[in-house]
């Protein structure tokens, strides 16, 4: 019998994967206590299995479903892969010569990538299928899925230099990304309000959806423009509220307070065809690319059922990230105050060079359109201290907040003045209920109170307020 971790090794794959395969039936295993045992032979018929002839078929009756691909990082091939486009699994890898340039999320560091990772990485990547206004663009384009739309494109897009070339495709990455190149904004127009920007029965050209917007992840609407030579992504908000462009722009506001200059991402309100969005330029170039720490965790081997609290501290230190810890303090302190519940792995990270994979740095904070109770209602903000839930390192918000330890770069007279903003950002909105407001204003103040209170009590330890150099 082999523990879960052991049976990881045997596989390469994480931790959570052999849970996974357990609850499925893919593994034979027993229960002792809390932990399980696998039994060694399923997992020795599991890497036979992975790795004998007939896996190109994984059990698909339609080869056309089956397509083979090389993952590239700018003109570097790191592996080849077949991709089943009905189960959006992946199969049949081949690490090839630029595998140094692979993403971290797709398998251990020291190992090579496996299959289950990289089809969850690929997931990742693309659309989600309940996203708004996407069967639009679909309908347009002539694709099945979101995946399919992706791949359409090459799964390019303006946060890395990763892309997905077709068997047999000569192409360059210079003459196709994004960064060096123009795309297409017309099916961005589509899937950031429904419009079209022809009209019914005109060709309106090709066919394929060539735009960063494809490989753009997150549920809410938005679109890549380009003005002025700078690359801008544009959100918009839901329901008539149209909440979350005006929070995004007070999480600015509140951020511009507690971290210095490039440690956040400021966001700006934009009008178009009469509703509010919210923008901001990409934080990334052609040279550097964002990690989402996600794919640190699964690199590092920090799997379900481990502290990602501690292991993701310990990734960021085994890469030489500058400030990690204080860093990470200010976005967990920042997500206290606007009480985000969308803190997720996705949407924090690390930025490194592309070509000599170095120079990891804390991403600046982004997405914070999920803060400041974008989602409650008048009556439950009003009813007492609003309750939510935290991400990504604790349930709890009060938890979560004391794991920051060291907070002598907190000064709480930053925060003067910031409840007045509150109101004067909130009440722009056409859309916002005054009453809704005053309770966001009340709520708020709770809050800075109570990291008032913790920043008091760390100080008495750490030492008195000041700027961390």
Not at 14 to 36: D, H, K, M, P, T
Not at 91 to 107: F, N, Q, T, Y
Not at 229 to 243: A, C, I, P, Q, S
Not at 356 to 374: E, I, K, N, Q, W
Request: proline content about 5%.
């Amino acid at each position: 019998m082999l523990t879960t971790k052991e049976a990881a090794e045997r596989l390469g794959v994480s931790v959570r994967r052999v849970n996974a395969l357990i609850a499925a039936g893919g593994l034979q295993a027993e229960r002792f206590g809390r932990s399980w045992m696998v039994d060694e032979r399923s997992v020795e018929e599991r890497v036979a299995l992975d790795r004998g002839p007939g896996r190109l078929k994984m059990d698909e009756r339609n080869p056309g479903n089956l397509v083979r691909y090389t993952l590239m990082n700018r003109n570097h091939p790191v592996l080849d892969f077949t991709y089943n486009r009905r189960t959006r699994q992946t199969a049949d890898l081949v690490v090839r010569e630029g595998s140094d340039w692979k993403p971290l999320g797709i398998g251990l560091r020291e190992r090579d990538p496996n299959r289950y990772d990289l089809a969850a990485w690929i997931s990742a990547r693309s659309i989600p299928d309940l996203r708004p206004n996407l069967s639009p663009v679909l309908r347009e384009t002539e694709a099945a899925n979101a995946a399919d739309l992706m791949f359409a494109s090459w799964g390019l897009n303006l946060s890395d230099q990763y892309w997905f070339k077709p068997e047999g495709a000569d192409l360059d990455w210079h003459a196709i990304n994004y960064f060096e190149n123009g795309y297409e904004e017309r099916y961005g127009e589509m899937l950031l309000d429904g419009s079209r920007t022809a009209a019914p029965g005109v060709d309106a050209g090709p066919r394929c959806s060539s735009s960063p917007d494809s490989a753009t992840p997150g549920m809410l609407p938005k679109t890549w423009t380009r003005e002025n030579g700078v690359d801008y992504l544009v959100k918009g908000g839901t329901g008539g509220e149209n909440r979350e462009p005006y929070h995004e722009v007070l999480a600015s506001r509140l951020l511009a307070r507690l971290c210095d200059e490039g440690e956040y991402v400021p966001y700006e309100l934009v009008k178009r065809h009469g509703r509010a969005y919210s923008r901001c330029a990409t934080m990334v170039t052609a040279e550097t690319e964002l990690v989402a720490a996600a794919d640190v965790l699964v690199g590092f081997g920090v799997s379900e059922g481990r502290d990602p609290y501690h292991g993701y501290r310990k990734a960021c230190y085994e890469l030489g990230v500058p400030c990690a810890e204080t860093l990470i303090g200010k976005m967990i302190v920042a997500d206290h105050l606007m009480a985000n519940f969308d803190r997720h792995t996705h949407n924090f990270g690390l930025i490194r060079n592309v070509e000599a994979l170095d120079g990891y740095r804390v991403a600046p904070l982004f997405d914070h359109g999920c803060g400041f109770y974008s989602r409650a209602t008048v009556e439950e903000l009003l009813v007492g201290r609003y309750l939510w839930e935290s991400h990504p390192f604790r349930r709890y918000p009060s938890q979560q907040l004391a794991l920051v330890e060291d907070m002598g770069w907190y000064d709480p007279q930053r925060l003067d003045g910031f409840l007045d903003e509150v109101v004067e950002v909130l009440a722009a909105n056409p859309g916002a209920d005054g009453r809704f407001v005053e309770a966001v204003r009340g709520q708020t103040a709770k809050q800075i109170e109570t990291v008032n209170d913790l920043a008091a009590e760390r100080c008495a330890v750490f030492g008195g307020f000041g700027q961390v150099p």
